[in-house]
């Protein structure tokens, strides 16, 4: 069988589109690969990460998942675009094959992250609290946690007090960070609108909450994390939808051009 024009033994003639599709759309993924693949090592440069102190703890540098993704999609997209412009069909299976597992790969973990979802939000606390612990301790902590409370407007996991289990926001601390929360917590981090105020937030967890409201948001951030993913579910699962799609017509594709030159190899 196969694709089929008015002939019962040739297939549709359509090697040249899909390679040329074939090749074009991997070659744009292998470049965003690069990028990311780039972006990933700037990181890990920027922040001396191959330095002899702290090459030790590379490998739970958060930007190693950059660089492994962006070297794992430029390496499976260069494959398909040098199969399909070369019409080598060892590539062109090989890409097809790693395509089908990630697919499959996908589908087991919405299955999972669908039949898990009520403990969604154990992980999410257990996971903020423990980013809040090493918070001055690691820059990248430090970033993630701080981009969530300014953008969620939000202090601690579930309320500002949850600071306290930071050994230098504890209030048993001897620094002067002792009792307070970081400056994303304040309402107001800038003095007079222009400057970043870094201590806006000392003795934040001393004050009550009908004092401490007019200074830091009082709101822990779990909620907020939890109403942006229900308020976004329908974007999230759309972008999956569509990245998935991409896939499995790549893989369409690919079998179809597999078969267009299985078949012009048989007849030449």
Not at 16 to 32: I, P, S
Not at 140 to 150: G, P, S, V, W
Not at 192 to 199: A, D, H
Not at 222 to 244: D, F
Request: net charge negative; aromatic share 10%; hydrophobic share 45%.
């Amino acid at each position: 069988m196969g694709f089929f024009t008015g002939s019962a033994d040739r297939p549709l003639d359509c090697k040249q589109e899909d390679k040329y599709f074939l090749f074009l759309c991997n070659l744009a993924f292998t470049v965003f690969g690069l990028m990311v693949l780039g972006l990933g090592m700037w990181g890990l440069i920027s922040k001396e990460s191959f330095a002899q102190e702290r090459i030790g703890s590379i490998g739970t540098d958060p930007m190693l998942v950059l660089v492994s993704l962006g070297f794992l999609l430029a390496v499976l997209c260069l494959t398909g675009c040098v199969g399909a412009i070369r019409e080598n069909s060892c590539l062109l299976r090989l890409f097809s094959g790693i395509l089908l597992i990630l697919i499959t790969v996908q589908v087991l973990i919405a299955i999972m992250a669908y039949s898990m979802q009520d403990q969604i939000e154990v992980y999410l606390r257990s996971g903020m609290l423990a980013a809040m612990a090493g918070y001055q301790d690691d820059l990248d902590l430090r970033f993630i946690t701080d981009e969530i409370q300014t953008n969620l407007q939000c202090c601690g996991a579930d309320t500002y007090r949850d600071w306290e289990t930071n050994i230098y926001y504890n209030c048993s601390s001897p620094g002067v960070l002792a009792c307070g929360v970081p400056a994303t917590c304040c309402v107001d981090p800038l003095d007079n609108g222009t400057v970043w105020n870094s201590q806006c937030g000392l003795g934040a967890q001393r004050l009550d909450e009908f004092t401490a409201q007019s200074t830091i948001f009082l709101g822990g951030c779990i909620g907020g994390i939890s109403r942006w993913i229900e308020q976004n579910q329908g974007l999230v699962g759309a972008v999956a939808v569509v990245v998935l799609g991409v896939q499995i017509l790549a893989v369409f594709i690919t079998t179809r051009l597999l078969e267009s030159i299985n078949w012009h190899k048989m007849h030449a």
